[in-house]
C-alpha cells in the first residue's frame, strides 16, 4: 500500500488504525492470503454486529475498534506477526486521543491565557512590578530589592487585596451563571417554571419529530417505547408514530404532552433501571447505546448477558458513577451524552425505510 511523502503521518491514529485494518481484510482475499470472509461473516466470528465491524474497516469514520477486536482480527485473517504490534500501537495512541477529546475543559485549557499576562492593576511585567511602579523605580535608579521592607510590606498587602477582590468578582460571576442555567433548564421538557427537584449534572438531549435520522439515541428511545408496550419502528427517524407513542406515554406518566424526549421524559423511560431480567427492547437500546460509546463492540442480542454486566460496570467506572451493573437515569445520561458522532451513510438504511414525513 503506497503513500505519498508524510501522508500517513498527518493523519490520526485512529484513521492509520482504519487504513491498516481494512488492507488486512482486503488482502485476505489475495493469492496468498486465501478466500476472503465476508464482512458479515466476519463480525459474527468477533461477536460484533456488521454495522459495527464497517466502521472500524472505514478510514473516512473515525469508530476506534477496541484493542480485543484488533488482535482478533488478526487472528481471523492471518496477519503476519510483525504487524501485530503496530496495529496494538495505533489502537492505544487513538484511544487515548480520543480520551482526551472527551475530557471535560481540554478546550479551555488549551486556550487559556499565559498566567501574568495582566491582572486587573495592569499588566505585570517579567521584572514582576507593574509599569507604572517599575518606571517609578527606574526614574530614581533603584529596583525592589533597594525599596525599604515596610515599602515592600504595603505593596504586598495591596497586591492580596486586589487578588481578594478578583476571586470574589469571578465567584459571583460562575454562580450567577449557573444559577440561570438551572433556573432555565427546569422550564424544558417539564412544566413551565417548575424547579427541578435536584439539578441534573449535565443538559439531556432533546429528540423532537423531524425528517432528519436520530441514529443511535433515536433507535434507544424507540427501543424503549417499545419496552413499555409501544409499538413503533426502531428505525431511528422520529416520525408522527413515534411521537404518538411519546404523546401516550407522557400522559400517563403525568409529564407535560408535548411530544418532545428530554430532562423528564428519558428519565421515566427507565425509572426502575435496566439490567438482568428486564424486556428485551429495554436492554437492545442499553446494548445499541453501549456498543457506540468507543470503548469496544457489545453484542447487541436482546439479553442482559454478563458481558453486557461488565460493559456497563467499565462504563460506569469511567464516567464515575456506581458500578452497580445496571442502567439507571444517571447511566443512561451519561451513555447519551457520549454517543459518537453516526457514520454518514449507516448500513441499516439499506434496509430500512424512514417513516413518512408529516404532511
Known amino acids: ?110 486556550h487559556a491565557a499565559p498566567t501574568g499576562s495582566a491582572s486587573e492593576s495592569g499588566p505585570v511585567t517579567a521584572s514582576g512590578i507593574a509599569p507604572s511602579r517599575q518606571g517609578t523605580a527606574d526614574r530614581h535608579g533603584t529596583d525592589r530589592r533597594d525599596i525599604p521592607g515596610w515599602a515592600r510590606a504595603r505593596w504586598l498587602r495591596s497586591v492580596l487585596v486586589a487578588a481578594a477582590v478578583v476571586v470574589a468578582f469571578t465567584g459571583g460571576v460562575v454562580f450567577h451563571e449557573r444559577l440561570a442555567a ?26 423532537r419529530m423531524g425528517k432528519d435520522d436520530k441514529y443511535t439515541r433515536g433507535r434507544a428511545l424507540q427501543n424503549l417505547l417499545n419496552a413499555h408496550g409501544y409499538k413503533v419502528p426502531t428505525d431511528g427517524f422520529f416520525g408522527e408514530d413515534t411521537r404518538d407513542a411519546v404523546l401516550k406515554f407522557q400522559e400517563k406518566e403525568e409529564l407535560q404532552r408535548d411530544g418532545k424526549v428530554g430532562m423528564r421524559t428519558w428519565p421515566a423511560l427507565v425509572e426502575e433501571g435496566v439490567g438482568p431480567g428486564s424486556n428485551s427492547f429495554a436492554v437492545r437500546a442499553v446494548q445499541e447505546l453501549l456498543d457506540n460509546v468507543g470503548q469496544g463492540a457489545t453484542p447487541v442480542s436482546g439479553t442482559y448477558t454478563s458481558v453486557t454486566v461488565e460493559n456497563v460496570k467499565h462504563f460506569q467506572r469511567s464516567q464515575g458513577l456506581h458500578a452497580n451493573g445496571r442502567v439507571d ?14 457514520a454518514s451513510g449507516p448500513r441499516y438504511r439499506n434496509t430500512m425505510t424512514p417513516s413518512p414525513d408529516p404532511a
Not at 20 to 39: D, H, I, N, Y
Not at 329 to 342: K, N, V, Y
Open 182 to 207: 438551572r433556573d432555565s433548564a427546569a422550564t424544558a421538557d417539564g412544566a413551565a417554571g417548575a424547579a427541578p427537584q435536584s439539578e441534573p449534572r449535565s443538559k439531556w438531549p432533546v429528540l
Open 1 to 110: 500500500m503506497t503513500h505519498e511523502p508524510g501522508g500517513q503521518d498527518q493523519e490520526s491514529a485512529g484513521v492509520q488504525l482504519s487504513r491498516l485494518l481494512r488492507r488486512w481484510w482486503e488482502e485476505a482475499g489475495s493469492p496468498t492470503g486465501g478466500t476472503r470472509p465476508t464482512q458479515q461473516a466476519l463480525a459474527a466470528r468477533l461477536g460484533v454486529d456488521q454495522t459495527t465491524l464497517s466502521r472500524y474497516l472505514n478510514p473516512k469514520h473515525l469508530s476506534t475498534a477496541p484493542l480485543r477486536v484488533v488482535e482478533a482480527l488478526h487472528a481471523q485473517l492471518r496477519v503476519p506477526a510483525a504487524e501485530l504490534e503496530q496495529a496494538r500501537a495505533l489502537c492505544r495512541t487513538a484511544l487515548q486521543d480520543s480520551a482526551r477529546q472527551r475530557t471535560p475543559g481540554n478546550a479551555a485549557r488549551e
Open 329 to 342: 437515569e444517571e447511566t443512561l445520561l451519561a451513555l447519551l451524552l457520549e454517543q459518537l458522532p453516526p
